[in-house]
């Protein structure tokens, strides 16, 4: 059967397909994938509470639209 469409999935959706790959510093790198051109959903966020807490994490796009999340804190 044909199924739901992953773009209308939130970030937070079980079965959001996307890859999660741990900097040492978010805002470094967003501000320089940034400069390149590379798209993002947002400025990156820092985590106040819950199980996350204390991480820093933005979400991207590649060049194919492929979600991506960066994250550091870990």
Do not use: Q
């Not at 397909?17 to 820092?46: C, K, M, N, Q, T």
């Not at 994490?57 to 994250?71: A, I, R, S, T």
């Amino acid at each position: 059967p044909v199924g739901a469409d992953s773009a209308t999935l939130k970030t937070n959706d079980v079965g959001n397909p996307h890859i999660a790959l741990a900097v040492d510093d978010v805002e470094r790198e967003y501000r320089r994938l940034r400069e390149r051109g590379v798209e993002f959903v947002s400025e990156p966020v820092s985590v106040s509470g819950g199980a996350f807490s204390g991480l820093v994490v933005v979400y991207g796009k590649d060049p194919d639209g492929n979600l991506f999340e960066l994250l550091s804190g870990v």
